[in-house]
């Protein structure tokens, strides 16, 4: 759909946010925690989550950091839009919904919080006991701080150079039944959380993660040809060692589903009728991943001769 930038605006160091209202009729609706698709060009799209009202169908805000490695997207934000400029924006999509729980924790590193914004919103709107922890290099580079004062001492804003690392084990090591753990920002602080939630006793809390990058190294491995087969039509297609099996199918005239084209976003997720995935993805759990019946089209490979694929 198309939309029009209203308004840009400098949210921290390095942190600018992007005001977009449709170019005609309304947004579709949108719950906490989803994301869109920002065509920049042709040739570069990129997901950003969703920050502000669920509730506005005439407004929608996208926190944007300019990233230090960009790989053109937060660049070409930062450099080259401005008001007025037209841009596509895909439907929303979300992997990071909030579930129902009896309480809420909500950890945020740098520009991961975004997704969390509605989601605490949508907790104070409830009524629900919750709590927010927000990381950054320094308070600078922190964005909405100031739309988070609302909220009082439910939030911890935690500025690195000043208070050091968040505290995870404190915060992680005794969880309580019904307890539902957010946690959105950069892989290192990602994988940390993940480490300390590994050790909880069963049926205790539970953690949804948000990636932006891919985790280190999950995209690394040997690269072999494989076939597949499309179980609806019966074809099969060779995936050379230097395609993906996303790219083998496009260019046979096939649609699939992508969005990060790295395993983190979810979009191509496909089923798995016949064969062994080689999971190269930062997005399935560890036990869907050993049940092998769904990967990953734009980054995972295969460990048998052929996958039988569920399209």
Not at 24 to 38: K, Q, R, Y
Not at 104 to 115: D, K, M, Q, R, S
Not at 258 to 272: A, D, F, P
Request: with cysteine; hydrophobic share 35%.
């Amino acid at each position: 759909m198309d939309a029009q930038i209203v308004d840009i605006v400098n949210e921290a160091d390095g942190v600018v946010s992007l005001h977009l209202a449709p170019v005609s009729g309304a947004f579709p609706g949108w719950e906490p925690g989803a994301h869109i698709d920002l065509n920049l060009t042709p040739d570069l799209v990129r997901q950003y989550s969703l920050s502000g009202d669920p509730g506005d169908r005439d407004r929608w805000r996208v926190g944007i950091l300019r990233e230090p490695e960009s790989r053109g997207g937060s660049q070409f934000v930062h450099e080259k839009l401005s008001v007025g400029d037209r841009i596509e924006c895909g439907t929303p999509l979300n992997n990071f919904e909030l579930v129902d729980a009896q309480e809420y924790l909500f950890i945020a590193g740098g520009i991961g919080v975004t997704p969390i914004l509605p989601m605490i919103a949508k907790c104070e709107e409830r009524g629900a006991s919750w709590r927010m922890v927000y990381g950054g290099r320094n308070e600078a580079s922190m964005a909405f701080t100031a739309e988070l004062e609302k909220y009082g001492d439910k939030v911890t804003l935690w500025p690195q150079d000043r208070s050091g690392l968040i505290d995870l084990k404190s915060l992680l090591s005794n969880p309580n039944e019904g307890l539902a753990v957010y946690c959105c920002g950069p892989g290192v602080l990602l994988d940390a959380v993940e480490g300390f939630c590994e050790q909880w006793p069963p049926n205790t809390a539970t953690l949804h993660l948000e990636r932006f990058r891919p985790k280190a190294g999950a995209l690394d491995g040997k690269n072999t040809a494989f076939e597949v087969l499309i179980d609806s039509s019966g074809e099969v297609f060779t995936v050379e060692a230097n395609r993906s099996i996303a790219e083998t199918l496009e260019a046979a005239g096939l649609h699939v589903p992508t969005s990060c084209r790295e395993g983190t976003c979810g979009t191509c997720e496909t089923g798995v009728l016949e064969g062994t995935p080689d999971h190269r993805d930062s997005y399935l759990t560890p036990e869907e991943k050993s049940s092998n019946e769904v990967m990953m089209l734009c980054c995972s490979r295969s460990c048998s001769k052929r996958l039988v694929l569920d399209l």
